[in-house]
């Protein structure tokens, strides 16, 4: 966003109503070349269209599949792709991320700044009072609430305003915020405006209705509650998430949540859709042998997060998880499309022409089905460039039938996310732990989990409810771009991105007796206070005139 480009001011909106389908011969241009508000918003069709280029900023560029990759869930794998940098360590004020981070949230913020300051440019049959006019304006709000909640959560110290500059004398006076605080009650506020004017249950999933507008509130209000170190916040967690807990459906199979179709299940409450002619594109995240890019991958410390269910198999160590892990990541052993996936080097044996794992070796007990080849390091099958450095593959959202013309739905929101920040502010707020505990209880029933909680709380989590409830978080909503806010408004970050990046466990016999070994993929320097908030782009400071502070510690 270079606010001080007069063109930039008016190209956004123009950008906007084009996408949505709003160019048209009928449309009075003034000025010529560009559609204004003026002369457009004359139906309330059009702001249906407008409204329909803003949801198509959610997930833009698949960028909430890219956030695990620069937390402790995950590692980039390409030198030339966003965020390769950051999750290392070695991020600077040029690091390409940052820079389309900023862009794309702010073209997102003036899109629904556009619809809210023009909602009356057409005259409503039913005046202010229109129930037409206010969904509208909820759900550009909502909206808008949701783009500033990513920026502020990921920069701080950001660039605020509810009004575009038309002007670059206008744009001249947008400040930057230097209390993180002023946005995070400006979107808690307007949240509570929008929800008064949208419905209870949306015409459908690509809509926002009133939970999809609750469960943000709830979320940005936990998020302020870390940020701003201020507990008090969960209050408004509390009762958001009492209303959607009281009213949510039963729980979806989780097998069925990341795949085609889900956007049909009860517990979903607002997905980014995607059509044959319009698809997803995730093929870079499918693995190598079925080819994919692998341009993300999971790494040891999230598939360690998923509890054991049963006796842990040395020789086979991936099996016995949370069944979770088997619809989130795939692993050495597992199914995909009708053979085993393996990234244990020479690990395998030819037979009849196919390949089998080495009944003699890891998973050797699985002799029913070939192995797919094309996925170890080093031993060919394909480019070793789009080979998964960690042994690891994300399954969630890619384990369809084809690889490059998927189109499954992203969830932007579902109920379980209400049960777990429910679950989190009673213990942060010295609520009911029995509460908590039943809460999480659900989500653990519908996904196969079948641990004692309080068993577990004593023996794996040092006696913490609320080390619990995080992991828990954690392994629900890997793969989702939650995990980046979760480990620093926890206070965590410094503790888990400092630790080493490890890949899959296996025993290798090259020395003729089997030796436990874990796979390092690559090395982080160390990361520091500065890496709580990403730099700015230094583009937009040096554009700006100096109107731009950048953030502590990065130059």
């Not at 709000?141 to 990921?154: E, G, K, W």
């Not at 038309?166 to 929008?194: C, G, H, M, R, W």
Request: charged share 25%; net charge negative; aromatic share 12%.
């Amino acid at each position: 966003m270079k606010i001080y480009k007069k063109s930039l001011l008016y190209g956004a909106f123009a950008l906007t109503l084009c996408m949505a389908g709003g160019c048209n011969s009928n449309i009075d241009l003034e000025p010529e070349g560009i559609i204004t508000a003026d002369g457009y918003f004359k139906s309330a069709e059009d702001y249906e269209k407008a409204l329909t280029a803003l949801y198509e900023r959610l997930n833009v560029e698949s960028y909430d599949l890219w956030m695990d990759g620069v937390t402790d869930n995950g590692l980039v794998t390409h030198s030339w792709n966003r965020g390769y940098d950051l999750g290392r360590g070695i991020g600077s004020t040029a690091s390409s991320f940052p820079a389309d981070k900023w862009d794309k949230g702010y073209i997102s913020v003036q899109r629904a700044n556009n619809v809210i300051n023009n909602i009356d440019k057409y005259q409503w049959p039913g005046g202010e009072s229109d129930a037409n006019r206010n969904q509208v304006l909820g759900e550009a709000r909502t909206l808008r609430a949701y783009f500033y909640l990513d920026l502020v959560s990921i920069f701080g110290h950001i660039m605020f305003y509810t009004e575009n500059p038309a002007t670059v004398a206008e744009s001249e006076n947008v400040k930057q915020v230097q209390d993180p605080k002023e946005v995070f009650d400006f979107i808690l506020d307007d949240l509570d405006k929008a929800i008064a004017g949208l419905p209870d249950k949306p015409s459908n999933k690509s809509k926002i209705g009133k939970p999809a507008a609750r469960l943000l509130r709830a979320r940005a209000a936990a998020y302020a509650a870390g940020y701003l170190n201020d507990k008090s916040y969960f209050q408004i967690t509390l009762d958001e998430t009492a209303q959607l807990v009281a009213s949510a459906p039963q729980l979806a199979d989780f097998d069925k949540l990341f795949v085609t179709g889900c956007e049909d299940l009860d517990e979903v409450i607002l997905v980014r859709r995607y059509s044959l002619d319009a698809t997803n594109s995730w093929g870079n995240w499918y693995n190598q042998s079925i080819g994919g890019y692998c341009v993300t991958t999971p790494v040891k410390a999230l598939a360690d997060a998923f509890e054991y269910v049963g006796e842990r198999n040395e020789t086979m160590p991936y099996l016995n998880k949370d069944p979770r892990f088997y619809q989130t990541i795939y692993a050495p052993g597992m199914e995909m499309r009708g053979k085993y996936f393996n990234t244990i080097p020479n690990n395998v044996v030819e037979k009849d022409g196919k390949t089998y794992f080495d009944p003699n070796k890891d998973y050797g007990a699985l002799q029913d089905k070939e192995v797919s080849v094309g996925d170890v390091l080093a031993e060919g099958g394909g480019g070793e460039w789009n080979k998964t450095p960690t042994g690891l593959s994300w399954k969630k959202y890619c384990q369809e039938e084809e690889t490059w013309t998927t189109y499954n739905s992203f969830i932007i929101f579902r109920y379980a996310e209400a049960y777990l920040l429910r679950a989190e502010a009673l213990v942060e707020t010295g609520g009911s732990t029995d509460e908590a505990k039943s809460l999480i209880k659900v989500i653990r029933d519908r996904a196969g989990n079948t641990n004692d909680i309080d068993k577990m709380v004593a023996e794996q989590y040092n006696g913490s409810l609320r080390d619990l409830i995080r992991n828990e978080r954690r392994v629900e909503l890997a793969q989702e771009g939650l995990r980046f806010a979760d480990i620093r408004r926890w206070n965590i970050l410094l503790d888990v991105m400092n630790k080493p990046i490890e890949g899959i466990e296996y025993r290798d016999f090259s020395s003729g007796t089997p030796k436990h070994t874990v796979l390092i993929p690559a090395e982080r320097d160390a990361y520091t206070a500065r890496d709580f908030w990403w730099p700015i782009p230094q583009a937009e400071i040096d554009l700006n005139s100096g109107r731009i502070t950048q953030n502590e510690g990065w130059k």
